[in-house]
């Protein structure tokens, strides 16, 4: 009481408050309420207890006092419930001798044999659970479990102690009060034990296992001996000694309970007062799990400690401090006590937690030798199965890990554990690319967060499209766990496959919030994939070219990817340069893919130089040489190259001579490369504005129906020259629906045309911006913007869109042109000026005079305007 400091009160007044109202109404039912029921006086205390624990919760100024009176006073319910079980040593031995003895024998026959041995046996049995806990032996046998013996004895002590209250009748009858008060012991008893269960306590469950071997042995081997000495003859003669058992003739019965706790006592300092020990443990172990519950860590750690000094091999304190080793990454020292934690009552998850930080400290195979050692005593435990194929997946075993994983799903009966074994398999496919067929998609809203998630990243490594999949975004949790953000993270990978509309907002929120840093980088790349991938490209390069510059130790990897989007933009010295970033930072084939996208710039001796010291730097055999078509590419050997490298050849060697450009395009002629080759130089003309020719050629072409890919980029072309050139003949050849998001988004670009059409204006200047805005690589998509929003006198906007375009995609000749002749035409003299001097450099002969014509008739006309 003085601990709680109820009211401020640091002393001992409440405690003699309560205990005396306590004296005071028994004093009253006693001497001037006699007619007062059971019911009456129980309220009464109840009421006072009430109160009690009323002015605690309310009047205490420590955290959580209920809490810490139960761990605190401890001490009290743990005396009595001994005293309880001491009190039910010999109940058993009790009933032996009212089964075969309650009334005399009809035939007069002897009860000593089978009263000496049933007792024997039980005696013996008892015997042998001390013997095994003791550590003398271990056999194989079953052994008592010690609270099912106790709780048997609670049961029948009921009748034994109203045989036994013919001692003490006048002190306490069995009726009424007796009855009470022993049943009031009998629940704190086993409240205690669940107490005790409930928190894990081992060293008390010890104390209490111990307690009730000690003296059910020997209160037990007393009550016998006292049997037989005072009773052998009558039991001889089959007479029903029963009745008169607690009146002896020749040893007291106070004897039998002094001479009993003497040998208790003796066991107890046979194993050296372990179980005092063991007690003292077990109340340190509820101070420190108080101090965790109220979050003073320091204090928990320190007292679990000082546990451990009293019992250093109980499971309890040995697992908590190696949680506290474990969250402080104290790896090496965690394993020590997670291993001490098994040394007398092994657990699961102490083994997982041991060989989990064994893994942390990249001690493998120490790791495997711990779950070796756990199956032992666990044999096809599903959590262990599981935990070793981790390890051997961290060997990159995978055949060892798939077994294991496939076991831990089969052998357990915990679906739990069996969806855990599941995810852990669908991980192993997905990182280790095998191809292994995807689980059916009608049962994935059942499974859990992190079968999703592993679900998803095996389907964007097979690029298989889910849509049974949701992501509500008002039910995302604001503090992110690992598989919460693996899902959102494959999730959102996921709907790139299908190029799906995509809006930031919610996952931006997220990786705004301190308590996610650890997932925003990765939740930004995933926003700008999504992005991309939905066609949104100015807006994902903005994400992309943060990452690249956060941090240097993964710049690597964004450099390499925002090198691929910048091919699929046909954005060829830009990909070249990211290529050689993520080179110069170590990435796996950067200098292969910098070599390919000099070659598509048309850069050819540049990507020879590079590549040949890649070949110096990497020792690559002459043998393998001969049979790499690059490299033969790049030695100019056209007659080594298969049909993908002399398209590549044709499109990328413009001085080629007309002989030898005809000789190779025969050489590919009956290949769908010559019909990409003529698809690509019909694109070049519908962005420089040639749109008769783009029409003669997409007009002339048979494509094959199963060269699908052939037959939408042709669909594609002819969609943006039917909308560039306003040609009502091309208008009815397009396909909407097969029309593409990505790299190029012509299906907006129709959708646009079509709204221009049917004179929507404002819908159509609407639209017109977006697709402007969204793509500075797609120059058909951004001329065409500029053109229609001209028309409209909308000048302003699309001058706006012409520099966002030149500022992103500065190697587009044709953005360039376009933005030169709008800030012309809005009087930016300066800017066009600047934008007309550096066409000079990027323009043909003929190309430049035909650009200065134009540009000059502008220029005439603005100095004609009138101000």
């Known amino acids: 009481m003085p601990y709680l400091e109820i009211l401020g009160v640091g002393n001992q007044a409440f405690t003699f408050i309560f205990v005396g109202l306590i004296l005071a109404v028994g004093y009253y039912f006693h001497a001037f309420k006699e007619e007062a029921g059971l019911f009456q006086r129980w309220l009464a205390y109840a009421l006072i207890l009430i109160a009690l624990l009323l002015l605690v919760v309310l009047g205490s100024s420590v955290k959580a ?183 002896p003739v020749n040893i007291p019965y106070n004897l039998v309970r002094f001479v009993g706790f003497g040998i208790v006592v003796v066991l107890v300092l046979r194993v050296s007062y372990l179980p005092y020990y063991q007690a003292i443990s077990g109340y340190y172990n509820g101070l420190a799990d108080y101090y965790e519950y109220i979050e003073e860590d320091e204090k928990a750690e320190t007292t679990y400690k000082i546990a451990r000094q009293y019992a250093s091999t109980s499971h309890k304190h040995n697992f908590k401090i190696g949680q506290i080793e474990y969250n402080d990454k104290n790896w090496v020292e965690s394993s020590a006590y997670f291993k001490q934690a098994n040394f007398k009552r092994p657990s699961v998850q102490a083994y997982i937690n041991r060989a989990q930080a064994q893994l942390n400290a990249s001690l493998i195979f120490e790791a495997l030798f711990t779950l070796e050692e756990a199956q032992k005593d666990f044999p096809d435990n599903g959590y262990l199965l599981n935990m070793k194929g981790l390890v051997y997946e961290r060997l990159n075993k995978t055949d060892s890990a798939f077994i294991y994983f496939d076991a831990a799903a089969r052998s357990s009966t ?120 939905s066609a949104k490209i100015n807006e994902a390069y903005g994400y992309i070219y943060s990452l690249e510059n956060a941090d240097i130790s993964d710049a690597g990897f964004y450099y390499l990817v925002h090198g691929f989007w910048l091919l699929d933009q046909k954005a060829y010295t830009k990909a070249a340069e990211h290529f050689k970033k993520a080179a110069d930072l170590k990435m796996s084939k950067a200098k292969t893919y910098e070599t390919i996208a000099l070659i598509l710039d048309e850069r050819l001796y540049e990507a020879a130089q590079v590549y040949n010291k890649h070949v110096v730097s990497e020792s690559i055999a002459a043998d393998y040489l001969n049979q790499d078509p690059l490299y033969q590419f790049l030695q100019g050997n056209t007659q080594k190259l298969p049909d993908s490298f002399l398209y590549l050849w044709l499109r990328t060697n413009s001085s080629l001579q007309p002989k030898e450009k005809d000789s190779l395009e025969n050489r590919i002629k009956d290949s769908p490369f010559f019909t990409l080759l003529n698809l690509k130089e019909s694109e070049d003309h519908i962005i420089k504005g040639n749109y008769s020719d783009a029409k003669e050629i997409l007009t002339k072409l048979n494509i094959p129906t199963q060269e699908e890919g052939l037959l939408i980029y042709q669909n594609n072309l002819i969609a943006a020259l039917a909308a560039l050139s306003k040609d009502d003949e091309l208008v009815g050849l397009v396909e909407k629906s097969s029309l593409s998001i990505y790299p190029y988004n012509y299906k907006l670009l129709w959708d646009c045309f079509q709204e221009m059409k049917q004179d929507n204006l404002d819908k159509a200047i609407e639209m017109i911006e977006e697709l402007g805005k969204q793509n500075a690589f797609f120059e058909a998509g951004v001329l065409l913007a500029s053109q229609y929003l001209n028309g409209q006198d909308e000048t302003e906007k699309a001058y706006e869109i012409l520099v966002e375009a030149s500022r992103l995609n500065p190697n587009s000749v044709e953005i360039l042109k376009s933005y030169t002749l709008q800030a012309l035409r809005l009087n930016l003299v300066s800017y066009a000026e600047d934008a007309y001097e550096e066409l000079g450099s990027l323009l043909s002969t003929e190309e430049w005079t035909k650009f200065s014509e134009k540009y000059q008739e502008i220029a005439k006309e603005l100095n004609e305007r009138p101000w």
């Open 414 to 533: 915990s679906k739990q554990v069996s969806e855990i074994a599941l995810v852990n398999r669908l991980g192993l496919f997905a990182k280790n690319s095998i191809d292994e067929e995807l689980p059916e998609q009608a049962s994935l809203n059942n499974k859990s967060v992190a079968y999703q998630a592993n679900y998803l990243a095996l389907a964007n490594r097979k690029r298989e499209f889910i849509d049974s999949i949701s992501l509500n975004s008002e039910k995302i949790p604001e503090t992110l766990t690992y598989n919460d953000f693996s899902f959102i993270f494959n999730y959102t990978l996921n709907k790139t496959l299908n190029n799906q509309a995509f809006e930031a907002d919610t996952l931006l929120g997220l990786t705004k919030l301190s308590q996610n840093e650890d997932f925003a980088k990765s939740l930004n790349y995933a926003i700008s994939a999504r992005l991309n991938y």
């Open 65 to 247: 006092p209920v809490v810490f009176m139960a761990h605190h006073g401890i001490i009290v319910p743990v005396i009595l419930s001994i005293i309880f079980i001491f009190n039910v040593a010999y109940e058993i031995i009790l009933h032996i001798l009212y089964i075969l003895a309650a009334k005399k024998s009809s035939d007069g026959s002897s009860n000593l044999i089978h009263f000496i041995v049933l007792c024997m046996l039980y005696l013996v049995y008892v015997g042998l659970t001390f013997a095994k806990n003791d550590n003398l032996i271990d056999w194989n046998i079953v052994y008592i479990n010690e609270f099912v013996l106790l709780g048997i004895s609670a049961v029948l002590g009921i009748w034994g102690y109203r045989k036994r209250s013919e001692l003490i009748g006048n002190q306490l009858s069995f009726r009424p009060l007796g009855g009470y008060v022993y049943l009031v012991l009998g629940i704190l008893t086993f409240s205690v034990l669940a107490w005790v269960f409930k928190n894990g306590n081992d060293p008390l469950m010890d104390t209490f296992e111990d307690t009730i071997i000690f003296s059910h042995l020997g209160f037990g081997l007393l009550f016998f001996f006292y049997v037989l000495y005072n009773f052998v003859g009558l039991l001889n003669s089959g007479h029903g000694i029963y009745p008169v058992v607690f009146r």
